[in-house]
């Protein structure tokens, strides 16, 4: 009797909503790379970030797009940014320099991921709190102080969780 080698077991494979043999690996991060996604996860995208911290900016127009006080960010180079998935849409208006500004934003949930600005044609502008880790990040300045409302300094003087303090 000639020797037998030992058979391999049949794998089963179960295939769910079209992902084979579950979710997809994590990849590991590089060294001050940070993932990032819109609301709904449909833009994903992975950033890479010198020191992780938000400026905050306090001009018009982030207000409007934002619908808050103002918006944290962080200016990058380009190449700092890497969508992974879905293609962001892209809304222009007129910058306060007179040249366009591109904002690139989720088709479907509207959050802004990035802008481009013509003025800076090597940078980019991303949104940091919708990076992993955004809300621990610091914010250590900000731009368009003149544009700061009145109340945003008073918020942590004058509300304990969400009420105002008894005097």
């Known amino acids: 009797m000639a020797n037998k080698l030992p058979r391999e077991d049949s794998v089963v494979v179960d295939i769910k909503d079209g992902i084979l043999f579950g979710p997809t690996a994590k990849r590991p991060l590089g060294e001050n790379e940070y993932l990032g996604s819109c609301h709904c996860n449909s833009v994903t995208w992975i950033a890479k970030l010198d020191v992780a911290e938000h400026v905050l900016c306090h001009c018009r127009t982030c207000q409007q797009l934002g619908g808050g ?3 944290c960010n962080q200016i990058v ?3 700092a940014l890497k969508i992974l998935t879905g293609s962001p ?3 222009t208006y007129t910058g306060a320099s007179g040249k366009p500004v591109q ?3 989720c088709g479907n949930c509207t959050s802004h991921i990035y802008h481009y600005q013509a003025v800076m044609p090597d940078k980019i502008i991303i949104r940091t709190l919708l990076l992993n880790g955004g809300p621990e990040m610091p914010a250590t300045g900000e731009i368009f102080g003149e544009g700061r409302l009145n109340w ?4 942590q003087e004058n509300l304990t969780n969400g009420t105002k303090k008894s005097k």
């Not at 945003?152 to 918020?155: D, F, M, S, T």
Request: charged share 30%.
């Open 69 to 71: 006080p103002y918006s």
């Open 89 to 91: 849409k892209v809304y």
């Open 103 to 105: 904002c690139f934003y």
């Open 77 to 79: 180079p380009k190449e």
């Open 152 to 155: 945003v300094r008073e918020l």
